[in-house]
């Protein structure tokens, strides 16, 4: 039985730094140090950490392309939102999908939002919540320039519905 994971980012990026992004080569969850994923399973207590490096492997055998196309992939089965305001440069991803494998599916959810903070610079920033279905635990990563963070206090979140609010606008890719 399938179940389902949901990415829901908001950020502030400038355009130019956006469409960088949408079309860079992935970068592989594997490039991430280890270290790097503790806090993934601080929020997810069912998981272990020794599961990491197969789900990493298979996450990266996921991950083809640019970012632009593994998020166009998701158009044909999935949901994908994607809105940005180029006034106030709000950016606003919602993805929810289908998934047969939980650790690798929210290494995958994880490894995008993480792919967004490398093209950050500036005041950028912003919050991805990754939220599963089979527990309702949420995965809330702070993305800065350069940096992604797994973090667990309320002012993460509030950033994140002020920078929805201003992402009105339907983007395509």
Known sequence: MSETVMLAAAAVIAEP???EFLDSPVKQAADWPEPDWAGLFAAMPDQSPD????????CDG?????Y???????LDDDELTLR??????SLALDFAGRVDFR?????????????????M????????TITTDWNGAEIVLRLTPGRS?????????????????????????
């Open 121 to 128: 610079d500036g005041e950028d920033r912003g919050t991805a």
């Open 62 to 66: 996921w991950l083809d392309g640019d």
């Open 68 to 74: 632009a196309t593994v998020l166009r992939a998701l």
């Open 17 to 19: 730094r956006l469409r």
């Open 149 to 173: 963070e797994f973090r667990r206090d309320p002012e993460a979140r509030a950033e994140e519905i002020d920078i929805r609010a201003a992402a009105e606008e339907d983007w395509p890719l």
């Open 51 to 58: 599961e990491l490096p197969d789900a990493i492997a298979e």
């Open 84 to 89: 940005y305001d180029e006034a106030t440069g």
């Open 103 to 119: 650790l690798p599916s929210l290494v995958w959810a994880c490894t995008i939002a993480r792919g967004l903070a490398e093209f």
